[in-house]
């Protein structure tokens, strides 16, 4: 990012990423970037095991990893919710659907469907870019400024999201599975 805004990057060659973790907590919190948003995501899909929950709200959604991750999730009896926009409106154009409604075909044209719902817009967007993972007593949420398209989550755009791990009854669980339910029912 440096080099393209023309900065020299010798000023940060002394800068250290202290991987460790600092001090345990009640969350396992992670900050992913670019590629490696894609990469997370397959491993929380790719670890959902029958009987656990994946919701997700999104924007956009289109990449083919992880469209077949979840049809592979579904196939393993996991319960798959979805809450897509409607592709109608985008910052101010009138659009045809593309890319959710073909996606959210594919998904419903497969042997064990997920569950998708439209979230009603008038003339706004449905801008959430997030996925949970409830299992037993645990849930991993990522979310951030990633649509789950290639190009957000295959290094062509700058994209950041945080990922959070924690015990299902832990209060910012709570909020989040919370939000999730007002805005799925």
Do not use: C
């Amino acid at each position: 990012v440096l080099d393209m805004a023309g900065v020299d990057s010798s000023v940060i060659d002394d800068f250290e990423v202290n991987t460790e973790s600092a001090e345990e907590g009640e969350y396992d919190i992670r900050l992913v970037t670019e590629g490696k948003v894609k990469e997370q995501l397959l491993d929380m899909i790719g670890s959902a095991e029958s009987g656990d929950v994946i919701q997700t709200g999104m924007f956009y959604i289109s990449d083919r990893g992880v469209i077949n991750a979840l049809k592979d999730a579904l196939d393993r009896d996991v319960h798959v919710q979805m809450v897509l926009d409607v592709n109608q409106d985008a910052f101010g154009n009138e659009k045809i659907g593309i890319p959710n409604r073909p996606a959210a075909a594919e998904l419903m044209d497969h042997d064990k469907q997920p569950e998708i719902r439209w979230y009603e817009s008038h003339g706004e967007q449905f801008h959430a870019k997030f996925l949970m993972v409830k299992s037993h007593d645990e849930i991993t949420i990522t979310g951030g400024s990633s649509n789950f398209t290639r190009r957000n989550i295959e290094d062509y755009n700058l994209e950041t999201n945080l990922t959070v791990t924690g015990s299902s009854d832990s209060e910012l669980m709570t909020e989040v599975t919370g939000y999730y339910d007002r805005i799925w029912n």
